[in-house]
């Protein structure tokens, strides 16, 4: 079934912890993005990618890292995890043109104690 | 700074008309997006206004005034499956999505 795949759905973390969220699409698309959701905010851009082989920060990189190594795998790590990233995450895919509409994994659920 | 506002919860009945705003101040502007998410769901994608005027799909329809940065969602003979949080989004200038923190939107028998 095409579309974005993100591994773990759930996960608990201790603090200070590595973490990386994996996020796969199979829709070819050009540029993927990881955002993060907290309740009565926005979804907030983390960490983008327009391309494979090229990365950007976006509004709250700060604490990720992302690379780009293919156009299907995007993923999103946590070096050492704090309690106030503790957020759901959503990986998105979107086609180069068009509208530019964006396709979304189902969510990772991250909670750092 | 660059802000979307939309109202945080609304209230509507089955079978009813149900209009959602969405006003946006924001560097530039590349189109407006609505997306429609369940609780504990992603993001689903409802429409897309790039030029003033209505766009229509089925129970759903969507407003751009450009000039006014407003818009509206406009959902016809509501359903109950039509409960759910829906999220106005402007893509900026350097071609970047600014979203709004969400509407609930609550469907009462």
């Known amino acids: 079934i095409a579309g974005i795949t993100q591994a773990p759905t759930s996960q608990i973390l201790a603090a200070g912890r590595r973490m990386t969220l994996r996020c796969t699409q199979d829709?070819?698309?050009?540029?993927m993005y990881w955002y993060r959701q907290d309740l009565g905010l926005g979804l907030r851009l983390i960490h983008y990618?327009?391309?494979?082989?090229?990365?950007g920060k976006g509004e709250v990189p700060d604490g990720y890292s992302v690379s780009r190594a293919n156009t299907d795998d995007f993923p999103l790590t946590l070096a050492s995890a704090v309690p106030s990233q503790t957020s759901v995450y959503f990986c998105a895919s979107a086609q180069a043109g068009g509208t530019g509409e964006l396709f979304f994994g189902e969510g990772s659920r991250l909670t750092v104690l | 700074g660059q802000n979307i506002d939309q109202p945080t919860e609304m209230t509507a009945t089955e079978g009813a008309i149900v209009q959602i705003n969405c006003t946006y101040q924001t560097s530039g502007f590349n189109g407006l997006f609505w997306y429609q998410q369940h609780a504990g769901e992603a993001p689903t994608f409802l429409s897309y206004?790039?030029l003033d005027g209505l766009e229509e799909k089925g129970r759903f329809s969507s407003f751009l005034s450009r000039s006014k940065g407003y818009s509206y969602l406009l959902l016809k003979e509501l359903q109950m499956k039509d409960s759910a949080s829906y999220l106005c989004a402007v893509r900026d200038s350097n071609y970047q999505l600014i979203w709004g923190a969400g509407t609930k939107l609550i469907i009462k028998p």
């Open positions: 829709m070819r698309h050009n540029a």
């Open positions: 990618s327009n391309t494979a082989g090229t990365t």
């Open positions: 206004n790039v």
